[in-house]
């Protein structure tokens, strides 16, 4: 995630559900701290079956996946997470990096002995589930990187011919309420409020520097991986396109009308989506194989 995303991550990043009396993120019935590296990660389980690890976008918190724990969590054993310095998670000394949390998620997952996870990462989280596919190949069975990015440099969409919809357009009228009703969530969750100046510092610092994947270093990746985005993200299209020919074993979903809040935008369609690919075995597919 880079700073042009800031905006729009610290309207959403609580995340919405009137209508669910589960206070996903504030949950104290279920909210656990754990000790991983240097922080304490703040972090809630809901469900059974296989674990699925559930990685929120920048600045954001597990509020973020309102729409989402409920329905992955009747198959799984949905373990959602606070990155560090976001949300209730702590911040330490260190520079925040994508590879850095990523070995946060190595830590929860080793002490919480979940063996190998399936890993549903969003902007922020795409690239720290790619870290954690990247350095833990062992850890991660399956993984689903939603409008992340792998390299800092030219991430950005064309934004020249952004308009402004109108007032009763669907999409605003769907998200308008979240957006005001949560605004500056980090600040009413975080666990460090007086370290909030040098978190957002240390944040734009990694925006600005990181991701750094190469080519080749995406093409070493075995896990079996569903790159989504929309097709108005603010990740660049063909940034999203290369990110999934790299992989050497991955599958594409552009959803036609929706941008970076896709999960919010269309949860029905991207949980379906989301959960259909956890839940096929994973095959390579032989672009010819009906001709053969």
Same mark, same amino acid.
């Given at each position: 995630?880079?700073?042009?995303?800031?905006?729009?991550?610290? /309207?959403?990043? &609580?995340?919405?559900?009137?209508?669910? &009396? !589960? @206070?996903? #993120?504030?949950?104290?019935? !279920?909210?656990?701290?754990?000790?991983?590296?240097?922080?304490?990660?703040?972090?809630?389980?809901?469900?059974?079956?296989? @674990?699925?690890?559930?990685?929120?976008?920048?600045?954001?918190?597990?509020?973020?996946?309102?729409?989402?724990?409920?329905?992955?969590?009747?198959?799984?054993?949905?373990?959602?997470?606070?990155?560090? &310095?976001?949300?209730?998670?702590?911040?330490?000394? $260190?520079?925040?990096?994508?590879?850095?949390?990523?070995?946060?998620?190595?830590?929860?997952?080793?002490?919480?002995?979940? #063996?190998?996870?399936?890993?549903?990462?969003?902007?922020?989280?795409?690239?720290?589930?790619?870290?954690?596919?990247?350095?833990?190949?062992?850890?991660?069975?399956? /993984?689903?990187?939603? #409008?992340?990015?792998?390299?800092?440099?030219? %991430?950005?969409? +064309?934004?020249?011919?952004?308009? %402004?919809?109108?007032?009763?357009?669907?999409?605003? /009228? $769907?998200?308008?309420?979240?957006?005001?009703?949560?605004?500056?969530?980090?600040?009413?969750?975080?666990?460090?409020? +007086?370290?909030?100046?040098?978190?957002?510092?240390?944040?734009?610092?990694? %925006? &600005?520097?990181?991701?750094?994947?190469?080519?080749?270093?995406?093409?070493?990746?075995?896990?079996?991986? /569903?790159?989504?985005? #929309?097709?108005?993200?603010?990740?660049?299209?063909?940034?999203?396109?290369?990110?999934?020919?790299?992989? @050497?074993?991955?599958?594409?979903?552009?959803?036609?009308?929706?941008?970076?809040?896709?999960? %919010?935008?269309?949860?029905?369609?991207?949980?379906?989506?989301?959960?259909?690919?956890?839940?096929?075995?994973?095959?390579?597919?032989?672009?010819?194989?009906?001709?053969?």
């Amino acid at each position: 995630m880079k700073p042009a995303l800031l905006f729009c991550l610290l /309207l959403v990043s &609580a995340g919405i559900a009137a209508q669910d &009396a !589960v @206070p996903y #993120g504030s949950n104290e019935k !279920v909210g656990k701290y754990l000790e991983v590296n240097d922080i304490k990660v703040y972090y809630e389980i809901y469900g059974e079956g296989e @674990p699925l690890l559930l990685i929120h976008g920048g600045m954001g918190s597990i509020e973020n996946f309102v729409y989402q724990i409920p329905e992955f969590s009747k198959d799984f054993r949905v373990i959602a997470v606070d990155s560090r &310095a976001q949300g209730r998670s702590t911040d330490s000394e $260190k520079e925040i990096t994508y590879a850095l949390m990523a070995s946060d998620m190595a830590e929860l997952i080793n002490k919480l002995k979940l #063996g190998n996870v399936n890993v549903v990462g969003w902007s922020d989280g795409g690239n720290v589930g790619l870290e954690l596919a990247y350095a833990h190949p062992e850890m991660v069975k399956k /993984l689903v990187c939603i #409008g992340g990015d792998y390299t800092h440099e030219n %991430w950005e969409a +064309d934004t020249t011919r952004t308009v %402004w919809m109108a007032a009763d357009d669907p999409l605003l /009228l $769907k998200t308008r309420d979240m957006l005001i009703r949560y605004m500056g969530s980090m600040d009413r969750l975080s666990y460090q409020p +007086d370290r909030l100046p040098e978190i957002r510092k240390k944040l734009g610092y990694m %925006w &600005a520097n990181y991701p750094n994947f190469t080519p080749d270093q995406l093409q070493t990746i075995q896990t079996p991986t /569903l790159v989504m985005a #929309g097709d108005h993200d603010l990740i660049r299209d063909q940034l999203t396109f290369d990110l999934y020919e790299a992989l @050497p074993h991955a599958q594409l979903c552009i959803f036609p009308g929706v941008t970076h809040l896709l999960l %919010w935008e269309i949860p029905e369609l991207a949980n379906q989506t989301i959960l259909n690919f956890l839940k096929t075995p994973y095959r390579d597919i032989d672009r010819l194989y009906f001709f053969r």
